[in-house]
């Protein structure tokens, strides 16, 4: 009857553990799936974002080419007698630049 007795508080101690267990387990369940929700989501934000670093590029390397073409779009026009311009450079020099400009 002791031996009975030591026996069923064993299998009320498992019982416990063996619940509480299977609570760890559905709430790490939760946690995964509530994290595979976020990497998702994560992942389409990179995709989204690798995408529009794309096409950003492919625009600068067009504006590039088009800028070394003389392509663009609001060309600066001289007057019919001089081949140059004069301008201040941003850096803070003052004294006035000599610029080639292209001749169309």
Known sequence: AEKNLKLEEKIT???QQNEEL???IEQN???TRQLSEENANLQEYVEKEVE???KLSRTNEELLWKLQEGDAVSPVKLPPAS???FYRCSSGN???AKVR????
């Open 13 to 15: 101690v498992l019982q």
């Open 22 to 24: 299977r609570a760890r």
């Open 29 to 31: 369940t939760v946690i």
């Open 52 to 54: 529009e670093k794309k």
């Open 83 to 85: 081949s140059t311009s």
């Open 94 to 96: 003052s004294s006035p």
């Open 101 to 104: 400009t292209l001749r169309r």
